[in-house]
């Protein structure tokens, strides 16, 4: 797992490039993250209306879970919460004043789901002709990454003490360059509570990335109710330290409400020592408990009920099924296991491979694609269900492999995610971990190839505004400077460091 840290670490930091100029406007003057497909604007200034409202006539969507009317809550919060607003709104001219955000949503469905359309139009008009900023976005999801946009485009305005749109007019057009942008997490080496994973799914929406990538299980615990299976959270670190069913609907359903799926993963047959500790017959012996027992049909009852299960609230289309670092060694070492690979005729290559899509078959059973790690691929790739997509890690190459066999990878082709890995982090530095390097991906994922450049120095500006936001929001992302996590070198000012 630690390779897996070193390479995403490298990447990321690969990753940190730059947009240059976006239709003729030099982006040096732009603090927006991610950087939009299409931006203009002007040079004047118009200023939030003490009721600022929203207005969704003419929408086709009736946001009755209110998805749109809380995503505009938090826009309002997000723009005030870095200071207090107490100007004098009767001194400022009515003609400088935006009443609102006319809203206008063209789909009338609110499913989140891989693929759907995320593109938005944004326009704030000049002075003089304030009214209503314009939001119009095929999906309430779009709408949702139009208010992200235009929280960027407000700041406090230290002499009225109100919040200020400079640089008016704008118009924004705007799509996401892959439809999968992740991040994952991971909740086997450390746990992390509720509050802090809610903290995460937050910023990821401020840097517009829509895929949380829940590792929820591991080798060192099994934190998750499974109700099919009560006894599998016996392996959680204690008993506090778990995930109830209802807990993980939450994340869920929090996620969903800001445009994030919630890809659930389950690794097998290897990382899954702790799944014996409330089922011992799921090891091969005692002294040798991973990978899980594939002589014993008990063991895929199990992956079925826990599958089962989560049928029942990941509702993304893909479930993750890992399928790394398997070292088959406890199989032919323990006797029974041995036995029955002698009379299936198998050897612990076969047996890998009999595994993983035995678990396939049943992730297909009850609906989803399935991911995999690229190990599956890199010995019997061939073999895998054709609705599997690999998820590259180990190196440089897979990608075109993965495709040329007619095969989906995240990397390259539906997208790409940055791992936060849990062996040295919990819920005390995981953002500071995550940011703001993370968003040197969100950018890669989110904005046009053509529009992104090569000299990381001319995004770093940007990049340091972006993180300074984070920090106004309660973000407790880290400075640029060092490799990250790290403490701020010396004094001074947040965008310099």
């Known amino acids: 797992m630690m390779g897996k840290i070193v390479w995403v670490l490298l990447v990321v930091l690969l990753l940190v490039q730059a947009v240059l100029a976006i239709d003729g406007v030099s982006v040096d003057?732009?603090?927006?993250?991610?950087?939009?497909?299409?931006?203009?604007?002007?040079r004047e200034s118009l200023f939030l209306s003490k009721d600022f409202e929203l207005n969704t006539e003419g929408t086709k969507y009736n946001d009755g879970s209110g998805i749109l009317k809380d995503g505009f809550s938090r826009l309002l919060d997000m723009v005030r919460v870095a200071h207090v607003v107490d100007g004098n709104f009767s001194k400022i001219d009515t003609s400088l004043l935006l009443q609102g955000l006319h809203v206008v949503v063209l789909s009338a469905d609110g499913q989140l789901q891989y693929g759907i359309d995320e593109s938005y139009k944004l326009s704030v008009p000049a002075s003089g002709k304030p009214g209503y900023a314009y939001l119009e976005a095929h999906t309430v999801y779009g709408a949702l990454h139009g208010f992200q946009t235009f929280s960027q485009l407000c700041l406090?305005?230290?002499?009225?003490?109100?919040?200020?749109?400079?640089?008016?007019?704008?118009?924004?057009?705007d799509q996401p360059r892959f439809f999968f942008r992740g991040l994952l997490i991971d909740t086997s080496r450390h746990y992390l509570p509720l509050p802090v994973i809610k903290n995460v799914i937050d910023s990821m929406a401020y840097a517009k990335l829509n895929v949380l990538h829940w590792h929820i299980v591991d080798a060192q615990s099994f934190p998750l109710?499974?109700?099919?299976?009560?006894?599998?959270?016996?392996?959680?670190?204690?008993?506090?330290?778990?995930?109830?069913?209802?807990?993980?609907?939450?994340?869920?359903?929090?996620?969903?409400?800001?445009?994030?799926?919630?890809?659930?993963?389950?690794?097998?047959?290897?990382?899954?020592?702790?799944?014996?500790?409330?089922?011992?017959?799921?090891?091969?012996?005692?002294?040798?408990?991973?990978?899980?027992?594939v002589s014993n049909n008990f063991t895929f009852k199990v992956i079925d009920g826990i599958l089962s299960d989560f049928s029942k609230i990941f509702k993304f289309k893909f479930v993750h099924l890992g399928g790394d670092e398997v070292n088959t060694s406890c199989w032919t070492l323990t006797p029974h296991v041995k036995k029955w690979l002698t009379k299936h005729h198998m050897n612990e290559s076969q047996a890998y491979q009999y595994f993983v899509l035995r678990a396939q078959n049943i992730a297909l059973s009850h609906g989803y694609e399935i991911v995999n790690w690229e190990e599956t691929f890199n010995n019997f790739g061939n073999k895998l269900s054709r609705k599997t997509v690999v998820h590259n890690w180990l190196g440089a190459g897979v990608a075109e492999k993965v495709v040329a066999a007619g095969l989906r990878c995240i990397k390259l082709v539906l997208g790409g995610e940055v791992c936060m890995w849990g062996e040295y982090i919990d819920g005390s530095d995981i953002e500071q971990t995550i940011w703001p390097r993370a968003a040197a991906a969100a950018e890669r994922l989110w904005t046009p190839y053509d529009n992104l450049a090569k000299d990381p120095r001319q995004v770093?500006?940007?990049?340091?505004?972006?993180?300074?936001?984070?920090?106004?929001?309660?973000?407790?992302?880290?400075?640029l400077a060092g490799l990250g996590r790290v403490a701020p070198e010396e004094p001074g000012s947040c965008y310099t460091q």
């Not at 406090?156 to 057009?173: G, H, K, L, Q, S």
């Not at 109710?225 to 359903?253: H, M, N, Q």
């Not at 500006?461 to 407790?476: E, I, S």
């Open 225 to 293: 109710e499974i109700p099919s299976y009560p006894k599998l959270w016996d392996g959680a670190y204690s008993v506090s330290e778990r995930y109830t069913f209802a807990d993980a609907a939450e994340i869920v359903s929090y996620a969903q409400r800001r445009g994030i799926n919630v890809l659930g993963e389950i690794d097998v047959p290897g990382h899954a020592r702790s799944w014996g500790i409330g089922y011992p017959s799921l090891w091969p012996s005692k002294d040798c408990p991973e990978p899980l027992d």
């Open 156 to 173: 406090f305005n230290f002499t009225a003490r109100v919040i200020e749109v400079p640089m008016v007019p704008w118009t924004v057009i």
């Open 460 to 479: 770093t500006g940007r990049l340091a505004h972006f993180r300074c936001l984070l920090n106004q929001r309660g973000v407790a992302a880290a400075p």
């Open 29 to 42: 003057r732009l603090n927006i993250w991610p950087m939009p497909h299409s931006v203009s604007h002007g």
